[in-house]
C-alpha cells in the first residue's frame, strides 16, 4: 500500500505570493491533518480535515487554508508569503477523523525568499 | 507555552545498550501519547503509542511507559542498533478526538558501532 504522498518536494517562493501545497493520503484513510516545522517552533498543528470538512484549526493566521476533496486528496494554501513561511509543510492522514495514530508523508520545504 | 517537553536536544549511546528518551507534558487533558522516529529528508514515522489508561506498552524493541501522576513518559529501546540514529519527537493527543498532535521538540539519538 502507497504511503502519504506530497507535491511538491521542495518550493521557492518570493514574499507576497502564495502557495498551494497537495496531498494524497494513505487509500482507504479519510482524515488529512497538516503540519508545519521549523527549527524554532518544531512541529506544529495547522488543521484537519475529514469528509470535506474542516474539523479542527490550529493558531495559525487566516492566510493559513486547506480543502479536501470527495477522493480524500487535501491541498493547503498560504497567501502573502511572508519570510517566517518558510518550513517544512507534513501532510498526515489516519483512517478516521480525530484517530491519534497519524501516517505522516515525506513533507513539501518551502523556502520563502 | 510548551505543553509537551523533551528536554534532552541529543542523546549518544553505544551500540547494544539501552537508548531511554524523556517526554514531560503540562495539560492533564491529553489521552494519548505517541513516539515517532523522523529521518532527515522524510516525514516522522509512527514508532510507538500508549494510552492514558495504561501505564506500559511494549513492541519489539520498543517500549514506553507512562507516568501519569508525574506526566511524564519514555521511550526505551533495547538494544539499540546504529540504525536507530535519528530524531525522535513525542507527541500528545487532547482528548475528544480532535485529530491534533503536540509535539516536543525532539531528540536527536546517535547510536555509535
Known amino acids: 500500500k502507497a504511503g502519504v504522498t506530497q507535491t511538491p518536494r521542495y518550493l521557492i517562493k518570493t514574499r507576497g505570493q502564495q502557495v498551494t501545497l497537495s496531498c494524497s493520503p494513505i487509500?482507504?484513510?479519510?482524515?488529512v491533518s497538516w503540519y508545519q516545522q521549523t527549527p524554532g517552533q518544531g512541529l506544529q498543528f495547522l488543521f484537519e480535515?475529514?469528509?470535506?470538512?474542516?474539523?479542527n484549526k490550529g493558531n495559525f493566521p487566516g492566510r493559513f487554508s486547506g480543502r479536501q476533496f470527495s477522493n480524500s486528496r487535501s491541498e493547503m494554501n498560504v497567501s502573502t508569503l511572508e519570510l517566517g513561511d518558510s518550513a517544512l509543510y507534513l501532510c498526515?492522514?489516519?483512517?478516521?477523523?480525530?484517530?491519534?495514530?497519524?501516517?505522516f508523508g515525506p513533507g513539501t520545504r518551502l523556502t520563502v525568499l | 507555552d510548551q505543553q509537551v517537553k523533551q528536554n534532552s536536544p541529543s542523546l549518544s549511546v553505544q551500540e547494544g545498550r539501552i537508548s531511554i528518551l524523556n517526554c514531560d507534558y503540562t495539560?492533564?487533558?491529553?489521552?494519548?501519547f505517541l513516539w515517532y522516529k523522523k529521518y532527515p529528508a522524510e516525514g516522522p514515522t509512527f514508532l510507538i503509542s500508549?494510552?492514558?489508561?495504561?501505564d506500559k506498552n511494549e513492541d519489539g524493541r520498543f517500549t514506553v511507559f507512562l507516568n501519569k501522576s508525574a506526566k511524564h513518559l519514555s521511550l526505551h529501546i533495547v538494544p539499540s542498533q546504529p540504525g536507530d540514529s535519528a530524531v525522535y519527537f513525542c507527541a500528545a493527543s487532547p482528548s475528544g478526538n480532535t485529530g491534533k498532535l503536540i509535539f516536543g521538540q525532539g531528540t536527536t539519538l546517535q547510536v555509535k558501532p
Open positions: 500508549i494510552s492514558s489508561i495504561k
Open positions: 495539560n492533564s487533558m491529553f489521552d494519548y
Open positions: 480535515y475529514f469528509s470535506e470538512t474542516q474539523r
Open positions: 498526515a492522514s489516519s483512517l478516521v477523523a480525530g484517530d491519534n495514530e497519524q501516517f
Open positions: 487509500s482507504g484513510h479519510r482524515s
